[in-house]
């Protein structure tokens, strides 16, 4: 009865009423022709290159879209047609009256990037403030062990990087096309192991934070200095600590265990003002009591904005200062020569040993100059060629060792030795070179700038997992995420004025999130999964243990050193 019975399932007898007539009125013509099922219209594709023939399978999924779009209208969700009749991206076309079909391009396969921007990609996002303290790191290390240890290293961290980017693929029958790391950590892990992932993605994220408002506080104060000296005609020489000529190369912090280097800073000032007007300068513009705060007022806001998409628009700041610093290198090399002396194991009073006790500090620094395996995968949807990503994944990080082994090797390697110590180079080699210097001035300014926008970048990925996981939204309030960046600023202002050790940070920082995320993590997956698939053999138990103990030995080794 029409009258009482329910509307939607009046409509639904309706519709599957039409179907029955239309599916025998379907028999009948079949009948008439040949004993066929569906039956496919032919139908041309208008392309670039030349005409081809819609494949039948496409043409049949079509066909049965608009079936089912004359069953129901758009607003009624009743009749929708299912997932398995919705055609794949590169089965899609919109056909005219005429017979000709146009292949719709997908908007997510034309967003792809060729292997070669894929690779820059890579090299750009591992090409961090970790670049300043590889000379350091070899000089802690010694020139040869410090070159063995830095090959070894990547191909290390290649292979575990690799490991992480593979372990979506090998979970069979899952579709993981969405799946980041820690979702990987959680299916072989459990919560453990997805925690523990974003605990220590965490972690990085905030350590590189605070290395950032070191090196800004570095960088905005030599700047500043600058500006003064200049702006005053101030001429600033150091007499004893420094080198003679117009490559200057200067001893900031001289080790008065050997000779050479044990006379304290002297400074000849050349001022037309009175000396008054210097010393009020230096107590308002000091780099660990007053320029560290002075960045509160201008980066505290830019935490608090609710997205980072205005900063990520200057990303390509870090590939021109990265060239930039590579071309300074290269001219301060030329300038000032090679100076190189080696002695396997005695130390000297200008140069050090080729292979020293210290080199944890240089693993420990690498361990974060190599590290991306947090957002591999992420970086690697992008590649338009999938089939490449091993290649693709390896070209880079070939990339990012030969710039690391160029700024290394030749800043070490040039260092004026004598009158100079090697012992001198600093954990950030910038340091090295007095703030009058124009060419480095202009690196440190970009540096400055670049870092100044990555900054809110870094914040903004903390905040999105933290008070994701926490509240399940990115922004519960403004009072949470003030209270967040309050928190994470007073880290690097704390850093700034009473620990500025550029070096030691980064490896603190590089060999506890790699113990976890480059270590522990991807050596249980891919046993996990091994196991699963009944593959895992004990050399590779083996070898993935060692992984482990290697990770807790680099760690532990950063406290003894």
């Given amino acids: 009865d029409e009258e009482d019975s329910d509307p939607r399932c009046l409509k639904l007898f309706k519709l599957l009423h039409g179907t029955t007539l239309m599916l025998l009125c379907a028999c009948v013509c079949a009948r008439a022709r040949v004993f066929r099922p569906f039956h496919v219209e032919p139908r041309n594709i208008v392309d670039d290159a030349q005409q081809e023939r819609v494949s039948a399978e496409a043409a049949i999924l079509n066909s049965r879209v608009h079936y089912y779009s004359r069953l129901t209208g758009s607003s009624d969700r009743l009749l929708s047609p299912p997932n398995h009749v919705i055609p794949q991206p590169e089965e899609i076309y919109i056909y005219s009256p005429l017979g000709t079909a146009f292949k719709v391009r997908s908007s997510e396969s034309s967003s792809k990037n060729p292997s070669i921007v894929t690779i820059f990609a890579v090299w750009n996002t591992m090409m961090g403030t970790s670049i300043l303290s590889i000379p350091w790191g070899i000089k802690q290390a010694g020139f040869t062990l410090g070159i063995l240890i830095l090959i070894f290293t990547g191909l290390l961290m290649l292979y575990c990087c690799y490991i992480v980017l593979h372990s979506p693929k090998s979970i069979p029958y899952v579709d993981t096309s969405n799946w980041e790391f820690p979702d990987v950590c959680r299916f072989y892990l459990g919560k ?72 304290h800073e002297i400074l000849l000032l050349t001022n037309s003002g009175n000396t008054s007007d210097i010393s009020s300068f230096g107590h308002w513009w000091s780099k660990t009591s007053t320029v ?93 060629h999938q089939e490449n990503n091993v290649r693709d994944l390896s070209v880079a990080y070939l990339l990012v060792g030969l710039t690391y082994l160029y700024v290394g090797v030749l800043i070490f390697a040039a260092f004026p030795s004598p009158p100079l110590s090697k012992e001198c180079i600093e954990p950030n080699f910038l ?63 704390l850093m700034a004025m009473f620990y500025p050790n550029v070096g030691s940070i980064i490896r603190y920082s590089g060999a506890i999130c790699g113990l976890a995320l480059v270590f522990i993590l991807p050596s249980l997956v891919h046993v996990k999964s091994l196991r699963r698939r009944g593959l895992l053999r004990w050399p590779s138990m083996l070898f993935h243990s060692l992984l482990i103990l290697l990770g807790f030995a680099n760690l532990v080794a950063q406290f003894i050193m």
Avoid at 294 to 308: D, G, K
Avoid at 436 to 452: E, G, K, N, T, Y
Wanted: with cysteine; aromatic share 16%.
């Fill in 192 to 263: 453990f192991g997805q925690w523990s992932s974003l605990v220590f993605s965490m972690v990085s994220l905030i350590g590189a934070m605070v290395i950032y408002w070191v090196l800004m506080s570095n960088f905005l104060y030599n700047s500043g200095q600058f500006i003064y000296n200049y702006a005053n005609h101030i001429n600033v020489s150091d007499a004893t600590l420094g080198t003679n000529g117009s490559e200057k190369v200067i001893c900031p912090n001289p080790n008065t265990d050997w000779g050479g280097n044990s006379t």
């Fill in 292 to 384: 560290p705060l002075y960045l509160i007022v201008l980066l505290l806001p830019l935490l608090c904005f609710r997205s980072a998409a205005f900063f990520a628009r200057f990303t390509f700041l870090g590939t021109l200062s990265v060239i930039y610093l590579i071309a300074l290198v290269t001219v301060k090399a030329v300038h000032l020569g090679f100076h190189l002396d080696f002695h396997w194991f005695d130390r000297s009073q200008f140069y050090v040993p080729e292979f020293r006790s210290l080199f944890p500090q240089l693993t420990g620094v690498l361990t974060l100059a190599f590290f991306i395996h947090n957002c591999i995968i992420t970086l690697m949807k992008s590649n338009r």
């Fill in 431 to 493: 340091d090295n070179f007095p703030s009058s210097d124009i060419m480095v001035f202009v690196a440190r300014s970009f540096l400055l700038f670049q870092m100044i926008t990555v900054y809110p970048l870094l914040g903004y990925l903390v905040r999105v997992q933290l008070m994701g996981q926490m509240f399940g939204s990115h922004y519960p309030s403004f009072f949470h995420v003030l209270l967040l960046n309050v928190m994470v600023v007073g880290a690097g202002v």
